[in-house]
């Protein structure tokens, strides 16, 4: 692959039966670059991960991806085996990517310190923690250091101080070449990405690195302990944050959209045909 390109989906379109999971979806993930996919449910995300690693066939687009053997993939589903021990778990997969005694020996214990996971190295998956089977599938994933790392919401049920720990082997991954892209519903998490894809119902809303995406909002976002239109409203700690399209006079005080806002407020204004 020379250094222009990315792995990743151009104007995909993936449809199940009737449902259009993607229409039109294009994600860039550079060589070194941690690309995060946001969104509601049923957004898109997991079909884009998926279409990625090859389960799922697009109707319309390509997939720009390496060999299956040069893909680390945490699926949505815990991604271990549950009748493993964490040892065997990592020995199984590191055997099938080809890594053996000392290396294999070097890297699972590494991997296994930082996530958390040494003391728990004979249990059997099952019998861990969902937040610790996260941090397991997590290192499985990046084990053979991979060149495409898909990660479907690595941190989903993982504490927070695990999660800190969880983003800097990310990162560190990252800093190696690996390309990373990753789903996740911590926006906290989404503003440390290079680039964030923002999806809703199928759709890219807001596409590109985290602080142009906080300028991508139309309208006006006011903050209000009571909303004149409950339906584009939304609630943030006591008050709620109320979206207005363009054109139309805000009621209460403007606030400074957060990726949260600019996330609610994308959906809302798709949903009312304003263009982006
Ligand atoms: N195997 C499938 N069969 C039928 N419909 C599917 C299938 N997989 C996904 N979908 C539908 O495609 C759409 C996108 O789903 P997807 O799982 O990609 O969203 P998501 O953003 O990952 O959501 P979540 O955060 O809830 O997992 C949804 O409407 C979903 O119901």
Known sequence: MSAQQAWGVRDLTVTFGDVVALDDVSVDVPDGQVVGLVGGDGA???????????????????????????IGYLPASSGSWAELSVRENVDFVGKSF?????????????????????GARDRLARQLSGGMRRKLGFCLAVLAEPELLVLDEPST????????????????????????????TYLDEAERCAAL?????????????????????????????????PERAWRRGREHHEWWPPGERAHGQVVTPDLEDVVIAASLARRAGVPA
């Not at 080809?98 to 040494?118: C, I, M, V």
């Not at 993982?158 to 690996?178: F, K, Y």
């Not at 809703?200 to 995406?213: E, K, M, R, T």
């Open 98 to 118: 080809g890594l053996r005694g000392p290396a294999l020996a070097a890297r699972s214990e590494t991997l296994l310190e930082r996530a958390g996971l040494t």
């Open 44 to 70: 898109g995300k997991t079909t884009v991960l998926r279409a990625l690693v090859g389960e799922v066939r697009a109707q319309r687009g390509s997939v720009h991806a390496p060999p299956a053997s040069r």
């Open 197 to 229: 894809v923002v999806l809703d119902d199928g759709h890219v809303l807001v596409s590109g690195p985290p602080d142009q995406a906080l300028d991508a909002v139309t309208g006006t976002v006011t903050v209000t302990t009571s909303p004149t239109h």
């Open 157 to 184: 049920g993982v504490d927070p101080v695990s999660r800190v720990e969880l983003w800097r082997l990310v990162s560190e991954a990252a800093a190696r070449g690996t390309a990373v892209v990753m789903s996740t």
